[in-house]
């Protein structure tokens, strides 16, 4: 399963105490996030998120975030999932599909086919959505950012980038309902956590044998 939203969410907080309530009830949890969760991986999250590479174009931008997604299936991913545990990523195929298919304008289908061939057609079961104003969300990224000085290169875009990759993120959950959950995330870290845990329960409870293992293909 994954997490998605725009910048400020409180995807990373929110999927941290969802990884502890899951492994509380038992469940052999892995947690990644995105870009990154291997070492080629976290080299290639310091070029994208770095502010200096203001220059970056929108493709290299979204070939990079597919190289370390590649690297995240082969070298991790899939051998837990072979092992039968439960995946939860910080991000996945979806935030491409809003950042650069929407947000840099290069068309969901183009990103979407380029992702394809990175992670050979491997999908979430579930997607749990976190959904803020950009402009609130922003404010909390910018406050809270691992790089300090105002925020990362994608934070540092302007309101109406921001503003489209959400408007991305809502088509896909439209496209996908049964996928795709959006949550409200502008209340406290308890409430939301509380509504994230209900659908996941539910989810995990409903799922069939074969299901309910983090991302499948």
């Known amino acids: ?37 291997t070492a080629l991986g976290e080299r290639i999250r310091a070029l994208l998120l770095d502010p200096q ?8 931008e979204m070939l990079l975030f597919a190289a370390s997604r590649a690297q995240l299936v082969d070298e991790v991913i899939e051998p837990a999932l072979r092992q039968g545990r439960l995946v939860v990523c910080d991000r996945y195929v979806d935030a491409s599909l809003a950042y650069q298919g929407v947000g ?24 749990l959505l976190l959904d803020i104003d950009p402009a609130s969300g922003l404010r909390r990224a910018r ?5 300090g000085g105002g925020g990362d290169r994608l934070e540092q875009e302007g309101l109406a980038f921001h503003i489209r990759v959400r408007e991305g993120f809502l088509a896909l959950a439209r ?16 409430d939301v956590q509380r509504e994230v845990r209900q659908v996941v329960d539910r989810f995990l409870r409903d799922a069939r044998p074969d299901q309910g293992r983090g991302c499948l293909p």
Do not use: C
């Open 1 to 37: 399963m994954t997490l998605e939203g725009p910048e400020g969410a409180g995807k990373t907080t929110q999927g941290r105490l969802l990884v502890e309530h899951l492994r509380a009830q038992g469940y052999d949890v892995l947690w990644v996030r995105e870009p990154g969760g």
């Open 53 to 60: 590479f203001r220059e970056m174009s929108p493709r290299t």
């Open 104 to 127: 840099r304008r290069l068309g969901v289908d183009l990103v979407r086919s380029v992702n394809d061939a990175a992670t050979r057609g491997l999908r979430p079961d579930l997607t």
């Open 143 to 147: 406050a809270e950012t691992e790089s």
């Open 175 to 190: 496209n996908e309902p049964q996928r795709i959950r959006v949550i409200d995330a502008r209340g406290s870290v308890e």
